[in-house]
């Protein structure tokens, strides 16, 4: 890492009725020099969070964590969607039913990161990992999206919900050793 590359790192509360998200405990664990930066799970709020952070902190690089339900590898997203969608809704009841984020926009924003080396870097070092296409429609898609409008030197990190600590926090230590 070089020492001055200002690096933003993101995670999510609980969401859905769980008292936990391992993207916070992540966070939490996380001891490089980095600024930390916990969002809620809301549409609405969370991009104002961001944006905030983003005007104080004036990031080189954001990092967003969130949690992924199923899977056994760290997944990192090539591309964030245009749009918000959403059964069971948010942590403020809402119910996005397949809403542009922004209708001036393009249909996906593309982080510059070079994700497929940093892939590779990570499996090297012995840390399950793999390029995913899309992050879904839900809120870390949606911070996705803001933090790619900020900065294309954005990647965002889904962690599943099962996966220990420990090789997360390692993963997300080898992606910030990259900048
Ligand atoms: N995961 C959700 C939102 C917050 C989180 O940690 C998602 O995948 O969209």
């Known amino acids: 890492m070089q020492t001055n590359v200002r690096i933003l790192v993101t995670a999510f509360e609980p969401f859905g009725g769980s008292d936990t998200n391992i993207s916070q405990r992540v966070l939490d ?13 809301s549409f609405r709020r969370a991009p104002e969070v961001l944006n905030e952070a983003i ?3 004036q990031p080189d690089v954001i990092i967003a964590m969130g949690q992924a339900a199923e899977g056994d590898k760290i997944r990192l997203e090539r591309l964030a969607i245009n749009m918000m969608d959403s059964a069971k809704g ?4 809402y119910l996005p039913d397949e809403e542009l984020i922004c209708p001036e926009a393009p249909l996906a924003l593309k982080t510059t990161l070079p994700v497929k080396p940093l892939c ?7 840390l399950p ?3 995913s296409n899309s992050a879904g429609l839900y809120v870390c898609n949606r ?11 954005s990647l965002f990190v889904h962690i599943p ?3 220990d600590v420990e090789t997360a926090k390692q993963t997300i230590n080898q992606l910030i050793k990259c900048f």
Do not use: S
């Open 90 to 93: 948010d942590n403020d009841g």
């Open 129 to 131: 990992t793999m390029v």
């Open 29 to 41: 664990a996380i001891q490089a020099d980095v600024a930390k930066l916990l969002l809620p799970v």
């Open 55 to 57: 005007g104080l902190l």
């Open 120 to 126: 590779a870097d990570c499996i090297n070092a012995g």
């Open 161 to 163: 919900k099962n996966m």
């Open 143 to 153: 911070i996705y999206f803001e933090a790619l409008r900020h900065t294309t030197n």
